[in-house]
């Protein structure tokens, strides 16, 4: 069982691929198009702002943000101490420095509570990540936001189509920040990112900065950057964006049955909070003998990934900051138990019921190994 089936997803719709390959071909424009705008409109539909801004990838996107907002050397942002290493990058790139805040451990999400102790004069911004497709209690960090005069950017690379009371992610913050990753709920046939926002004097910004800092060619208002969401990819992204509501219908199933099947084991099942809607990108478990499970699995044909191993804290990429990870013990204890189980659209009952077998076996084994 493969943890994603990206070839089955295609295959239900590739003669709307081809057709958007060649759709693009015949017109000869490959940057900055009709394509691009027209997904851009469809996106920003799809997620209920006003503005939407194709750009190269998910961590220029992140970037992109903060840089308009003219965050840089000497300001601070606020990260969740467990991410994916883009959102803590996205800052560094900036010439900003990246302060973890551990998360909570029901949802994996950022800890509101733990937002205004984190505070100093030099704080510019917040970027909660909606984890594994979940939304961050958007509603508590904005108060936080709000009393210290903080921006808040969604890092909502895992969360297309999520939703916090009926409002979609990427609609929740100051903007939002996609990757449409091949991997992603909304994934490209490549590199492809995105930006959302109701301020259309950010969006204006950005579309400049990811352009050279160009709004008329040849004429450079600001040093910007090289970084566009190609034509081609805009066309194959309007394709699965039209199938995203029914693939992301089929995810929550799949983690529904998950849900039931595997309750009364020794895994720890994620945990949705009220008002929450997850776009489950992934169904991550715990489990003390993490490890084991995984190697189990893997000999029983089920391909598991760990998101993620090591916190960016602990990564050299930031031994410069010399974090200590015991600051972030939540944090620090996940990612020794997490484990992502297969989910995949295409995925059929049969395939959820191998996958949910495996690991109710693999669970009777340690746990009367543990007893004995
Ligand atoms: C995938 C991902 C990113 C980065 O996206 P890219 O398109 O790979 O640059 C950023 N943040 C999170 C949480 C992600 O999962």
Same mark, same amino acid.
């Given at each position: 069982m493969p943890f994603l089936d990206l070839a089955a997803q295609h295959?239900? $719709? /590739?003669?709307?691929? &081809? +057709?958007?390959?060649?759709?693009? =071909?015949? /017109? #000869? !424009?490959?940057?900055?198009?009709?394509?691009?705008?027209?997904?851009?409109?469809?996106?920003?539909?799809y997620c209920g702002t006003r503005c939407a801004i194709g750009v190269a990838n998910g961590l220029d996107a992140l970037f992109l943000v903060l840089k308009a907002w003219g965050i840089g050397p000497g300001d601070e942002v606020l990260v969740p101490a467990n991410t994916f290493?883009?959102?803590?990058?996205? $800052?560094?790139?900036? +010439?900003?420095?990246? !302060?973890?805040?551990? $998360?909570?451990?029901?949802?994996? *999400?950022?800890?509101?509570?733990?937002?205004?102790?984190?505070?100093?004069?030099?704080t510019r911004a917040i970027i909660p990540v909606h984890l594994y497709g979940q939304p961050a209690n958007m509603r508590a960090i904005r108060d936080v936001a709000a009393t210290f005069g903080l921006r808040v950017l969604e890092d909502a690379a895992q969360s297309h189509g999520a939703e916090m009371d009926g409002q979609r992610a990427g609609s929740l913050g100051d903007a939002a920040a996609f990757s449409f990753y091949p991997g992603? *709920?909304?994934?490209? =046939? #490549? &590199?492809? #990112? #995105?930006?959302?926002? *109701?301020?259309?004097?950010?969006?204006?910004?950005?579309?400049?900065?990811?352009?050279?800092?160009?709004?008329?060619?040849?004429?450079?208002?600001?040093?910007?950057? *090289?970084?566009?969401?190609?034509?081609?990819?805009?066309?194959?992204? /309007?394709?699965?964006l039209s199938h995203l509501p029914r693939w992301n219908t089929r995810r929550a199933e799949i983690a529904a049955t998950y849900h039931t099947r595997l309750a009364r084991t020794g895994f720890e099942l994620p945990c949705v909070a009220p008002g929450m809607t997850s776009s489950w990108h992934l169904y991550v478990v715990r489990h003390a003998q993490r490890d084991l499970v995984r190697e189990q699995l893997t000999a029983r044909g089920i391909d598991t990934i760990v998101h993620y191993p090591i916190n960016p804290a602990e990564q050299p990429a930031y031994a410069s900051l010399t974090l200590d990870p015991a600051a972030t013990p939540m944090a620090a204890t996940l990612q020794h138990r997490v484990l992502s189980l297969p989910l995949s659209p295409t995925m059929t009952d049969a395939d959820v019921e191998r996958v949910v077998m495996a690991c109710r076996d693999v669970d009777a084994e340690l746990s009367s190994r543990t007893v004995a």
């Open positions: 295959a239900e $719709v /590739r003669a709307e691929l &081809d +057709g958007a390959f060649h759709r693009v =071909l015949d /017109r #000869g !424009v490959f940057i900055l198009g009709p394509e691009v705008e027209a997904f851009e409109a469809e996106f920003a539909a290493i883009a959102t803590w990058l996205a $800052v560094t790139y900036t +010439g900003a420095t990246p !302060v973890p805040v551990d $998360v909570e451990r029901t949802t994996c *999400n950022i800890d509101p509570t733990l937002l205004a102790a984190a505070v100093t004069p030099r992603k *709920n909304l994934g490209a =046939l #490549g &590199d492809g #990112g #995105g930006i959302t926002t *109701n301020d259309p004097a950010l969006a204006d910004a950005i579309r400049t900065l990811r352009n050279y800092g160009s709004r008329r060619k040849y004429h450079h208002e600001v040093p910007g950057v *090289n970084s566009r969401l190609d034509e081609l990819q805009a066309a194959f992204l /309007r394709v699965k």
